[in-house]
């Protein structure tokens, strides 16, 4: 259970209330800013305060049943970044950069994390394309060999 303070569920209903007689007065629901404005409160705590009364949703929660099979939030919502695959790959990728040597490391980093060209890595560092680009090819067939 999520406790949300008595001050933000004051004002969620205030906004409640406001929305009300804005849509009243003008015929459509009024936008967050006019909310904000009728209030006098920013638009961040407008939206805070109604996502604080929303009740929670499980993610087992049912939202298509064919007759056989239910589906639910959670087979909606998919994390493709935080998978268990990602999880080990980056833990490998991470013990290969550490037994490179730092100019290696760098170039790596420079190169894949960071987006760099070849040329914007040997300007940044002081030595030539060619250079960078050996040194690359080097730390990527050490970094191969040991991920194997």
């Known amino acids: 259970m999520v406790r949300v303070s008595r001050s933000v569920r004051d004002l969620a209903y205030r906004v409640l209330q406001a929305k ?3 849509t009243r007065e003008n015929g459509k629901e009024p ?7 009728e209030l006098k409160v920013e638009k961040e705590e407008i939206v805070l305060s109604l996502d604080a009364i929303q009740a929670p949703v499980s993610l087992q ?3 298509y049943n064919d007759g056989t099979d239910n589906l639910s939030i959670m087979d909606q919502v998919k994390d493709k970044k935080n998978t268990d695959e990602n999880w080990a790959e980056n833990i490998t990728m991470n013990e290969a950069l550490k037994r490179l040597n730092e100019k290696e490391r760098m170039i790596i980093d420079k190169r894949f994390f960071q987006g760099r060209t070849q040329m914007e890595v040997a300007d940044e560092i002081g030595i ?3 250079q960078v680009s ?3 090819k ?10 194997k």
């Open 128 to 130: 030539s394309q060619a």
């Open 31 to 37: 936008t967050i800013e006019e909310l904000a404005k």
């Open 138 to 147: 080097t730390a990527l067939e050490h970094m191969k060999r040991l991920y």
């Open 20 to 22: 009300e007689k804005l």
């Open 61 to 63: 929660e049912p939202v």
């Open 134 to 136: 050996r040194l690359e």
